[in-house]
């Protein structure tokens, strides 16, 4: 089970990116892939989850970020619109059964297979 993150990049505050994360060695359609970030010195935050109940969002990123999903691909996308500075940090996927959300931010509890990462810097 493999799951690779890739799309990052350099945008100007206001710019979009979309990032993707494809899945190999088992069948996306039955579990819960969940975004996640961490910018240097702070601790990892939720982004965003989608699961067979529907999509998920902290409050951080609600309204500017969509996620999706191509199941024939077997890639989840993170399309982020009305990017920010604060926006900046290494960006992983990772996979659960189920997706959490915990005080208002998607949670990493019992997700697993954390890929590289990829890299977005926002610059102001």
């Known amino acids: 089970v493999q799951l690779q993150a890739s799309g990052g990049g350099l945008v100007q505050a206001g710019g979009s990116l979309r990032l993707s994360c494809a899945a190999s060695?088992?069948?996306?359609?039955?579990?819960?892939i969940g975004w996640f970030r961490q910018a240097p010195g702070k601790e990892r935050e939720g982004v965003s989850c989608?699961?067979?109940?529907?999509?998920f969002y902290s409050n951080s990123v609600k309204g500017r970020f969509t996620i999706s999903r191509d199941n024939a691909k077997s890639t989840v996308y993170l399309q982020m619109n009305s990017l920010k500075p604060e926006d900046t940090a290494v960006y992983y996927c990772?996979?659960?059964?189920?997706?959490?959300?915990?005080?208002?931010?998607?949670?990493?509890?019992?997700?697993?297979?954390w890929g590289k990462g990829t890299q977005v810097t926002v610059s102001s």
């Open positions: 990772a996979y659960n059964i189920y997706c959490s959300v915990v005080g208002g931010s998607v949670d990493a509890y019992g997700m697993r297979n």
């Open positions: 060695g088992f069948t996306l359609d039955y579990y819960a």
């Open positions: 989608i699961d067979s109940r529907g999509t």
